[in-house]
């Protein structure tokens, strides 16, 4: 790679306090190709401190490479060769691109057709390595029942007309029934849904998948079942001090680790959850309400200057006496992230954002002002990066009021299902995408709708030195052999940046015609949605074809979407709660419009003016974030992983959520949401782990001021009030009836004074 050396010179002079913090880019290096598969990211020093290797997901563009045992500090933003001439992609070279892309994709067809006439021509029939899926299932319909098949298929047709006729009676209805008589005292329906332990069977469970949960899943030990009498809370004793997250400081389990594949930084639980509590950062204040919170921040909340140092010339945040404020939209989009927003609708206009696309993940957050920006065309986004990455982006984001969570493209899939988000997008997301037979990419694949957009603004598109026109190529062979059509490559003049839109294909034919099977097509044993502690798969799933089944179709419009039964909830299929699923989820959606509009709104003693980052602990259909709807929140809906798998159901709805273990710690930064429910949650957590561990780590999340609302079996919202007091909440209100109780309670500032052992 040509460097400029004089800029190499200046910023080596003005980052001295900076270069822990600087490091390898993956997406321009140019020892990239010469690395083996099985060291897609090398690092400064594999032991070296965390701060120093943590470059998967950021927008950083100053950077250090390792080159044959020298560290070297180089530069991507505004690079320029030697010579001084322009770096940047006309248009007309787009145009380039693209009928190049073209070619490349008339060519792989062109031989596809020519080995399907050589191989008729060798009159083989035998079946060999080179026969497409197609052929294969023409074989075996040909050995089946043509009867069989034509009933099976007029049966499942009859099946589909029968639940959109469900749907459509439910939709017409949901406004006419009554509600049922109150048992609580602020009006709320008495009918509390208990789940059926027969439809417990029918349903599968992300702990079914995950092969080592096993080991993990443990019962409570003594020292935590006896912990909710007599215990005497203290600090935690860890170096990671007020940004605390046990299962990603796990320090003793990363200094076994490679650094290899980022799995330093996946998730590392301590064999035993703790239960000491995570100090406040001096001079923390109420944090400032949304949406006045997406401009600024208190500075003592989220104490991290170096952020600032590191990035203010690039627009993302800039220190302003006791407040960070977030002038623009980062590096890709310095003019304003909603024009960046409203660019990409203008190359594509299929992707209508806040209709068409309602779901959305952002990979590599920054400080998420695309994700902040995407709330004004109603449109929920998801962003991640690691932690540590520039000093906390997530834990910006989170303050800012925007939905992120810390996590990794290392080794293991993300914790969401398949075939769920409408776009997928990375702005210098710095994620080596075509490394490694693309096995970053296949992963985006599995979580991407069919037909959903994926949104690569990075150098390579915009940019013509030698790597990235390099990273260009290999990226355009990959998304071929994927089968991604490359919808448009669109310049933004304001912001000087570019993009790439690919979309993935709706139908299996171009899998099924291609010649070379690489990547291949996964095997009928790996289930697309298994995403808890499951390792990642150099694989593509094929397409559902089956009209009743989920990613066959595209959701309806936002906002239909939101209380519509999902079209492949069929009759035959007993929900959650007994009846069939798609009875069962108009009436959890009538259950909690009923139970928020009636006593959550009003009868709990909560200001919602000052709520806006929400989690549900517990969700099952998503009904608790669906009639929030129109309250200016995000709610991060759980579905855990011994949990009937209802997470595709929520995505389906516009919503979003996550997969996780309440045995173990959540991976985001402590002081993170206003508001956290629980609903029937900690009565099973019981069977499992202890309850003294879960309420530390609620502590953990919930931001002082922060409310806890908790329904459950009477006893167990008795222990939680309990251990609630001994942690210095405030309880706002108790009530219990039929055994069944409910408590609200808000966090205060207390913390002990006595620091926890050394480990």
Same mark, same amino acid.
């Given at each position: +790679?040509?460097?400029?050396?004089?800029?190499?010179?200046?910023?080596?002079?003005?980052?001295?306090?900076?270069?822990?913090? !600087?490091?390898?880019?993956?997406?321009?290096?140019?020892?990239?190709?010469?690395?083996?598969?099985? #060291?897609?990211?090398?690092?400064?020093?594999?032991?070296? /401190?965390?701060?120093?290797?943590?470059?998967? =997901?950021?927008?950083?563009?100053?950077?250090?490479?390792?080159?044959?045992?020298?560290?070297?500090? =180089?530069?991507?933003?505004?690079?320029?060769?030697?010579?001084?001439?322009?770096?940047? %992609?006309?248009? #007309?070279?787009?145009?380039?691109?693209?009928?190049?892309?073209?070619?490349?994709?008339?060519?792989?067809? &062109?031989?596809?057709?020519?080995?399907?006439?050589?191989?008729?021509?060798?009159?083989?029939?035998?079946?060999?390595?080179?026969?497409?899926?197609?052929?294969?299932? @023409?074989?075996?319909?040909?050995?089946?029942?043509?009867? $069989?098949?034509?009933?099976?298929?007029?049966?499942?047709?009859?099946?589909?007309?029968?639940?959109?006729?469900?749907?459509?009676?439910?939709?017409?209805? +949901?406004?006419?029934?009554?509600?049922?008589?109150?048992?609580?005292?602020?009006?709320?329906?008495?009918?509390?849904?208990?789940?059926?332990?027969?439809? +417990?069977?029918?349903?599968?469970?992300?702990?079914?998948?995950? $092969?080592?949960?096993?080991?993990?899943?443990?019962?409570?030990?003594?020292?935590?079942?006896?912990? %909710?009498?007599?215990?005497?809370?203290?600090?935690?004793?860890?170096?990671?001090?007020? &940004?605390?997250?046990?299962?990603?400081?796990?320090?003793?389990?990363?200094? /076994?680790?490679?650094?290899?594949?980022?799995?330093?930084?996946? *998730?590392?639980?301590?064999?035993?959850?703790?239960?000491?509590?995570?100090?406040?950062?001096?001079?923390?204040?109420?944090?400032?309400?949304?949406?006045?919170? *997406?401009? /600024?921040?208190?500075?003592?909340?989220?104490?991290?200057?170096?952020?600032?140092?590191?990035?203010?010339?690039?627009?993302?945040? @800039?220190?302003?006496?006791?407040?960070?404020?977030?002038?623009?939209?980062?590096?890709?989009?310095?003019?304003?992230?909603?024009?960046?927003?409203?660019?990409?609708?203008?190359?594509?206009?299929? !992707?209508?954002?806040?209709?068409?696309?309602?779901?959305?993940? &952002?990979?590599?957050?920054?400080?998420?002002?695309?994700?902040?920006?995407?709330?004004?065309? $109603?449109?929920?986004?998801?962003?991640?990066?690691?932690? &540590?990455?520039?000093?906390?982006?997530?834990?910006?984001?989170?303050?800012?009021?925007?939905?992120?969570?810390?996590?990794v493209m290392g080794s293991q899939r993300l914790p969401f299902p398949s075939n769920v988000f409408d776009v997928i997008h990375c702005a210098r997301c710095r994620v080596p995408w075509h490394v490694e037979g693309g096995t970053l990419l296949l992963e985006l694949n599995r979580m991407l709708r069919p037909g959903g957009y994926f949104v690569w603004s990075a150098t390579p598109v915009y940019q013509n030195l030698e790597e990235d026109v390099q990273i260009w190529k290999e990226m355009s062979a990959l998304t071929i052999s994927m089968c991604w059509k490359l919808v448009t490559i669109k310049k933004d003049k304001l912001n000087m940046v570019g993009a790439a839109i690919y979309r993935k294909p709706e139908t299996n034919e171009c899998y099924e015609e291609r010649k070379q099977k690489q990547p291949p097509m996964c095997g009928d044993d790996d289930d697309p949605n298994a995403a808890w502690y499951v390792p990642l798969q150099s694989c593509m799933h094929r397409v559902p074809t089956d009209e009743a089944k989920r990613g066959s179709q595209w959701p309806q419009e936002w906002p239909q979407r939101l209380q519509v039964s999902p079209y492949w909830l069929n009759r035959s299929q007993m929900g959650i709660y007994g009846k069939p699923a798609a009875e069962d989820f108009v009436a959890d959606y009538e259950h909690w419009q009923s139970m928020v509009s009636k006593t959550y709104l009003s009868g709990l003693g909560i200001s919602w003016s000052n709520v806006r980052n929400i989690m549900d602990m517990r969700a099952v259909y998503g009904g608790f974030a669906a009639a929030l709807r129109d309250l200016k929140v995000w709610v991060l809906n759980v579905v855990n992983t011994d949990s009937p798998d209802t997470l595709p159901i929520i995505y389906e709805r516009g919503l979003f959520g996550i997969y996780h273990d309440w045995c173990e710690s959540f991976s985001t930064y402590p002081r993170s949401y206003d508001l956290l429910h629980a609903d029937h949650l900690f009565s099973r957590l019981k069977k499992r782990c202890g309850l003294a561990p879960v309420m530390a780590e609620v502590d953990r999340i919930a931001r002082p001021g922060g409310k806890l609302i908790v329904r459950d079996k009477s006893s167990v919202v008795r222990e939680v009030e309990n251990l609630l007091k001994s942690l210095h909440w405030e309880i706002h209100l108790t009530f219990s009836k039929n055994k069944q109780g409910i408590l609200s309670a808000q966090k205060s500032d207390w913390r002990p004074d006595i620091y926890a052992a050394a480990s």
């Open positions: +790679m040509t460097l400029n050396q004089g800029t190499n010179q200046e910023i080596a002079t003005n980052t001295d306090n900076k270069s822990k913090f !600087i490091q390898k880019s993956f997406e321009t290096t140019s020892d990239r190709n010469e690395q083996t598969k099985d #060291e897609p990211s090398n690092s400064k020093n594999d032991e070296s /401190k965390d701060s120093g290797n943590n470059q998967n =997901t950021l927008e950083d563009d100053d950077r250090q490479v390792k080159q044959d045992g020298e560290v070297k500090e =180089t530069v991507s933003e505004n690079r320029e060769n030697p010579e001084g001439t322009n770096i940047e %992609i006309s248009e #007309e070279e787009n145009e380039q691109r693209m009928e190049q892309h073209q070619r490349q994709e008339e060519q792989q067809k &062109d031989r596809n057709q020519k080995e399907d006439k050589d191989s008729q021509n060798d009159g083989n029939t035998a079946v060999t390595e080179g026969v497409t899926i197609k052929d294969k299932l @023409k074989n075996d319909e040909a050995n089946t029942d043509p009867t $069989d098949s034509s009933d099976r298929h007029s049966s499942s047709k009859e099946a589909a007309e029968k639940d959109n006729q469900l749907r459509l009676t439910n939709e017409n209805n +949901m406004d006419d029934k009554q509600q049922k008589s109150s048992n609580f005292p602020h009006g709320e329906s008495s009918g509390i849904p208990e789940e059926s332990k027969e439809s +417990m069977k029918t349903w599968s469970t992300q702990a079914d998948h995950s $092969d080592n949960h096993k080991e993990r899943k443990k019962g409570p030990s003594e020292d935590q079942d006896a912990s %909710i009498n007599g215990l005497s809370w203290t600090l935690c004793n860890v170096t990671a001090g007020a &940004d605390y997250i046990p299962c990603l400081d796990n320090e003793k389990a990363i200094s /076994k680790l490679h650094r290899k594949h980022f799995e330093h930084r996946e *998730r590392h639980c301590p064999e035993e959850a703790p239960t000491c509590l995570v100090p406040l950062p001096q001079g923390y204040r109420t944090p400032i309400e949304w949406p006045i919170s *997406r401009e /600024k921040i208190w500075y003592h909340n989220v104490p991290h200057t170096k952020l600032a140092e590191v990035k203010g010339h690039q627009n993302w945040v @800039k220190v302003s006496g006791e407040v960070l404020t977030f002038p623009g939209g980062g590096t890709q989009f310095i003019h304003g992230a909603l024009h960046y927003i409203d660019f990409i609708q203008q190359a594509v206009p299929q !992707i209508a954002w806040g209709k068409h696309t309602r779901t959305v993940l &952002d990979v590599g957050c920054g400080v998420a002002s695309f994700g902040g920006y995407l709330f004004d065309r $109603d449109v929920l986004a998801i962003s991640f990066a690691p932690k &540590d990455e520039h000093e906390a982006q997530v834990q910006f984001a989170l303050e800012r009021g925007i939905p992120a969570i810390s996590a």
